[in-house]
Structures are given as C-alpha cells and as structure tokens.
C-alpha cells in the first residue's frame, strides 16, 4: 500500500478483555515502531522493530503488552486483560532502515477505549 | 519534569499571520530535532528534520534549533487555513531507537 495501514481504526473493549491491533508498514520498510499517544499528551514510545526482530522493548509499559511481527511486515500489538488507563491512541510507524534514518511514516492510529 | 516540555496551546491566529511555535528540553544527548504536523484522526507527518543547530527553512517553513539554550522553534510565515493542525516537536539522540516528543500545540488559523 502507499501508506502504513492499522486496523481497526476503533475498538472499544470491556475491562478485562483481551485485544489485538495491527499494523501494516510500507513495503520494504524494515524498522517498525509502536506509539502511544494519551488524550493531551506527547507520543510514548512503546517497542521497536528490526524486521522480526525487536531489539528495543523498553516501553512497553506490563507484561500485559506484547507485539510481534512476522515476515518482516505486519505487526500485532497484544494488550491482555485491558485496564481503563489502557485507552488511547496507539499509532505505528514504520521508516525504511531505522533509527539512524529519521523519516517515520506514521498509520491513522487505532483509537482504543476500555471501559 | 518531562524531557521535552510544549505549550499546550490551543494558539488561534488570523490568517496571514506569522506563528511561532516552541519547545524546550533538558537532555543535552540529544541530536537531531524534529517537528510533526497532525491533523485531527490522523497520525503524525514529518514537516521539518534538522540535525544539531542551526536553521533550515522549507517554504513557508523555518526550523531553528538553539542546542546551548536547549530550545526549538518551528515559524510558520503567512499561515493559512490549512495549517490549523497540532504540531508536535521530536528530538532524539545518537543512540537511542526512540523519538522524544513534546505534548504538541494546537494551532487554530481562522480565515
């Protein structure tokens, strides 16, 4: 696709409940990175991957977080057992070498809220 | 104290306008500076990309970075309309995988 594309683009959840969003990079971008972006606040970087690989899990913020990527393409953002304080926008982004290349392409986001 | 501090806003300016939008930070670590433009549901796009101090202009569009005063700024000339958006400012280190960012300014350019 032309762009970075993330489903669902809502997903309202019930606390306790399990969710899955994904993200699907440019093609041929090998670094792929989750953000978090709170009503008001700044993004808040969550993970960072180089194709499959994720050398950088510093902020995700539990054990209840998880991600994964497959085929150096999509990727999937797991929260388990979702509390209240979990609802925002999570945004992915992608760019085409990684950290040294500055230029992030950034999807829609998936807005969540648990209630 | 977060890392990198931005006035909230929301700036409401008239159109024509020159905008000043500004971000301080406290890690001297960091290197290169970045602003994003987000518009409403939408993620975060690149608008200025500037590698230690220095200006860089692109169009309507200045970026000055002040690495002794820790402090950015991104000038918009003759604003428009358009430009009604959040603007996020991002800086990051030489090592880190991470971009820092501001809480972002919400700017309003009424016609």
């Known amino acids: 696709g032309a762009g970075v594309s993330q489903s669902p683009s809502n997903k309202v959840t019930e606390k306790g409940k399990d969710v899955e969003l994904r993200c699907d990079p440019i093609?041929?971008?090998?670094?792929l990175y989750w953000y978090r972006q709170s009503l008001g606040q700044g993004l808040e970087f969550l993970i960072y991957?180089?194709?499959?690989?994720?050398?950088?899990k510093s902020g995700l913020p539990s054990d209840r977080f998880s991600a994964e990527r497959t085929g150096g393409s999509v990727s999937t953002l797991t929260i388990q057992r979702t509390q209240q304080e979990d609802s925002a926008v999570y945004l992915c982004?992608?760019?085409?070498?990684?950290?040294?290349?500055?230029?992030?392409?950034f999807g829609s986001g998936t807005q969540l809220s648990v209630l | 104290q977060k890392e990198v501090e931005q006035d909230p806003g929301p700036l409401s300016v008239p159109e024509g306008a020159i905008v000043s939008l500004n971000c301080t930070y406290s890690?001297?670590?960091?290197?290169?500076f970045m602003w994003y433009r987000q518009y409403s549901r939408k993620g975060p796009e690149l608008l200025m990309y500037?590698?230690?101090?220095g200006n860089k202009e692109d169009g309507r569009f200045t970026a000055q970075v002040d690495k002794s005063s820790k402090y950015i700024s991104l000038f918009i000339r003759d604003s428009q309309p358009s430009d009604s958006a959040t603007y996020l400012c991002?800086?990051?280190?030489?090592?880190?995988?991470?971009?820092?960012f501001g809480g972002g300014t919400r700017l309003m350019v009424k016609p």
């Open positions: 991957f180089q194709g499959n690989s994720a050398p950088d």
């Open positions: 991002a800086m990051k280190n030489n090592a880190g995988n991470m971009l820092t």
């Open positions: 093609s041929g971008h090998t670094a």
């Open positions: 500037t590698y230690s101090s």
């Open positions: 982004a992608s760019s085409l070498t990684g950290p040294t290349n500055e230029k992030l392409f």
């Open positions: 890690n001297s670590a960091f290197q290169y």
